[in-house]
């Protein structure tokens, strides 16, 4: 079964641009999250989709925004990007328990964004 | 309250001993506890996860101790090998918002 992929490996973009990162969730997963990885600050929750819908964002700003699409692919995008956005972003898909809640994440090889 | 305080921030193990981890929380509404392995360049892959209604879950030589009413967790390795050398990080979850919270990160160095 393949895992969670995600595209491109590596970005490079310069100061004030966008950035656009996707995900590939595991068959039959309808949840994705997305991570930044940042030097020094660890791993930091940025968005959770499920089917479709945003259902909860961590402490970032507006300009971080993301989709899901029909067939459960997300992408990330990231407005204006600063310096400070330079990480690995991290997607991780999760299916969701026979109650409804969300059951196990399991996380892609993740992006390199680089902000020059 | 959200936090999920992780130590020591790094470990240097002889091959064949055991590698200790300890984490804490504050949020009694944490329902999940998974501990995530990640190398250079890779992924958080998913090593052994318990839920509060067990105190102890062992997988292979990878053990997750949980004591809900101190609210610590801690990830044993037994016999450690050198390919163990990775970042360990622990993390807690509430399912309402299915966001994970993770540790600050162990890396740990297994000596040969």
């Known amino acids: 079964e393949a895992g969670v992929t995600q595209s491109p490996t590596h970005l490079i973009k310069t100061r004030g641009q966008q950035a656009t990162l996707r995900c590939s969730p595991i068959?039959?997963?309808?949840?994705v999250y997305w991570y930044q990885q940042a030097l020094g600050l660890g791993l930091q929750f940025l968005l959770w989709y499920d089917e479709g819908e945003e259902r909860n964002r961590g402490n970032f700003p507006p300009r971080f925004s993301g989709r899901q699409f029909p067939n459960y692919s997300s992408e990330l995008n990231v407005n204006a990007l600063e310096l400070e956005d330079s990480a690995l972003y991290l997607c991780?898909?999760?299916?969701?328990?026979?109650?409804?809640?969300?059951?196990?994440?399991?996380f892609g090889p993740g992006t390199r964004l680089t902000v020059l | 309250q959200q936090q999920v305080k992780q130590s020591p921030q790094s470990l240097i193990v002889q091959k064949g001993g055991i590698s200790i981890i300890n984490c804490a929380y504050e949020?009694?509404?944490?329902?999940?506890f998974p501990w995530y392995q990640q190398f250079p360049g890779k992924g958080p892959a998913l090593l052994i996860a318990?839920?509060?209604?067990?105190s102890e879950k062992k997988e292979g030589r990878f053990t997750i101790s949980f004591n809900k009413s101190a609210k610590q967790f801690s990830l044993h390795i037994m016999d450690s090998q050198p390919g163990d050398s990775a970042t360990y990080f622990c993390?807690?979850?509430?399912?309402?918002?299915?966001?994970?919270?993770f540790g600050q990160g162990t890396t740990l160095q297994v000596k040969p």
């Open positions: 991780a898909s999760s299916p969701r328990l026979a109650g409804g809640s969300p059951d196990t994440q399991y």
């Open positions: 318990i839920r509060p209604d067990v």
């Open positions: 993390a807690a979850r509430s399912s309402n918002t299915g966001k994970l919270i």
């Open positions: 068959s039959g997963h309808t949840s």
């Open positions: 949020n009694t509404a944490f329902d999940y």
